[in-house]
């Protein structure tokens, strides 16, 4: 065989470390002359080598198969009968196992016996006594426990008090589930409190003179008595009573109307003099508890829940005072929070570097009883004398709070649970102050020249304004809620555009901008034939120059989509790194805050689904930091309101452009030509001359003017297709057919709003440009929805006003309405309705109650016509 053949045989032995064939046939044919990789003979003979390979391969395995075969059918009937030979050999060991034990028994001497059970129950007796003698002591003890402890008391030997108390204490389990246990209990309590009465006094003066030496005794003492907690309380009331004192007098305006500082100006100096207090306290606290870094958490949480008024209630009356602008107050006082976090941070991280042999202490378990953390120990049966006495500094909403937590750092939840109510209702707060500055916009300098002013500049000078306050929210949302708040910042965003367009949309009176625009445009002398006024000009220069400041509006509007949705591909990146690696990539700096947030409500399935958008949008232009996406609009309310203002201006438009028109078929339907009841060259004649046929009746007079000014449109937008603003959202055009607006380009943009969001395109802007409609597109459209528009007039509201149609007066409608029919052709207008009417209105009297009766479907223009035709 040769060495390839050879090789291949080597390759099938690892054939089994394989889960695909695929891969195995790839290595294997993988050549390792990468020159020959191209060579198809060489494959080829490669290919066939291994196939005789395979084969040899299948004839050994099929052979080594049939041997194990043969050698496990040979090795079965043997198996039975090796299994019952294990049984017997079981059962005979067993046998010879008890007959040892009964010869083990029968070798020690009766005397022997008898010696060893005669040591086994004096052992018993032994033990027995000893401890009923350690019962008697410890009764002994107690006898004289309380007049021992009154006479250390009064010899003001604390230490030794505190010491028999504890002896005491561990004794108490003697008694567990005996009648003496509840007396004995209450003894020793009593007892206990005697002791920190005698030295509770004491004790507030070494904390207030910060004698470290006499405290650090004094929590030993606490400690034996198992007061830890208490002791605690008394340093954290007497450390706090200047920063509780200096929080309840200070002069607020949110509480004071007389007062001239803020809360938020209040709050750095109340942090400054609280980490004051701190720092001092990073060089006494080690001095005292054996557990430094915990102690100062314990002391700042006391401090905390101290304060009275509460610090909830100061932010409610700084939401109440400031109303409106309730958030800017609450964002600085949140700021000063975070910084106060990271000053103690570094003092807790100083307390833990000065204390190294903390770690392993906490790590261990205690030997000595009197340092052991207060959790872990049976509290004592009464309210410690320590809350009693402060009981009137704690907050309404319970008792002075010391437990501690799993690793007894929890003072920056307490500290940040105060703001996540507001952090909740973000959404609404930024509404609020939204809603606040647009009311200052659109206020500012109007006043009583409100209708001197050109509402489309103004338009867009406020949208300047709006959008600078919008852009203000992105910094204020990641501010004070770090990322969790995006899904309140684009409601509240996509309500604030919403309610400012709404307001020109509805507020915007064209007539009073008609009477503002007082310059005549040029354009008009080319126009003069169309019959259009000076005010018609006017308010038609207004309505385009509005239709203008859409499209800018528009444009703007996509503008800040795209910093909004980079914005939201920076938070979905930053909540993406944490997710991965929470210890190098924090969300916020405190832990505490960051388990407040992570746990609330605003880290809901409708924030991680709008990140989940924006990392896929920003999938695809990741490699180019210019680039930007074609995304579904986040602002959907305030893009459907701008094409609604869109729509508006478009039809205050067509209104200037065909208000010509409308004058002229004002008196249209009351004409007295619909019931005439003969020619009049025919009345004119005798009873026996002869009657002179009709033929081909000319228009009447309204319809000529009609189809001139239809006829006179086209030269209106040679002039003006050219202005962007007339091929602005086109698709919103009234009465557009529906097969020329498939026609017309779509004008892509950043963020389109006119396409649903199913047909939207995400690509990168560096490949898509905005399409350009040329003029004639826009002509065509625009001659297209007036030609529409004003048919629509026609056939729904000035033809059925006819109340009577004698035969010739059909006949002249007939006329008219066949003279109209390819002049609205022309302008790529069709109408089925209109057919109708000439259809009908064409038809005898006969055929038309014929028709009348044996109609299947309902048809509102035959009930119209033969309302007007006497047919019924």
Known sequence: MSLVATDNLDSIEVLGEYEDII??????LTPDDESKADSLPELDQQITQLIASLNVACEDTASQLERAIEDVSRGVPRLTYDLHFVKDGALSLQNSLVAVRSQSRAVVPQQTDAALEQLKRLDTIKRNMEAAREVLKEAESWSTLEMEVTSLLSERNYAKAASRL????????????TPEYDPRRTLLVNLQNQLEASLSSALVAAINEQDLATCRNF????????RESEFRNYYNGSRRGSLATSWQDAPLVESSPDASLTFAEFLPKFYASMLTLLNQERSSIPTIFPDPAVSLSSLISSILSALQPSFAQRLTSLITHHGNNSLLELISAFRATEEFAVGVDKIIEKIKL??????????????????????????SMRMSMSIRTMSHRSTSGGNLKTAISADGMDWDQELFQPFLEYQLDYGALERRLLDHSLHQIISSEIGDKGAEWDQARLLRERAVDVFGAAAETLIRYETFTHGYGAVGLIQALDGFFKSFVDMWTADVNFASLAAATTTEDPASEDLSGLDYTAQDWAHFQASLHLLGSARHLSDRMSSFEVKLWSNLVETANRFKAHRNDPTNFPLVNSRGEAQI??????NSAELQALLDRADQESASVRDSRQAQMLAEPLLTSARAAVSSFARTCQVSLQGTILSPLRKHLVSYASSSVWAASADPRNRAAGANDLQVPTFSLSPTNTIQRVAEGLLNLPRLFEVYADDDALSFSLRTLPHLDPELLKSIPEQTSLISELLPPSHMRRQSMASVKPAVLDPETVSTAWLSSLGQSILVHLTSDVLPQINNLSSSGSAQLASDLAYLSPIFGALNVESDELEKWKEYIGLDDEV???KLETADSPDHVLDIVARIRRWR
């Open 23 to 28: 891969p195995w046939i790839n290595d294997t």
């Open 166 to 177: 504890s002896e005491a204490n561990k004794s108490m389990v003697v008694f567990q589930n």
């Open 219 to 226: 929590f030993t003492i606490f400690s034996n008595i198992q």
């Open 354 to 379: 000065s204390s190294p042999n903390i770690s392993s202490t906490n790590s261990t378990s205690d030997s000595s009883q009197s340092f052991a953390p207060s959790h872990t120990r049976r509290r």
């Open 597 to 602: 947030l992570e746990q609330s409500s605003l």
């Open 848 to 850: 038309g109650k014929s």
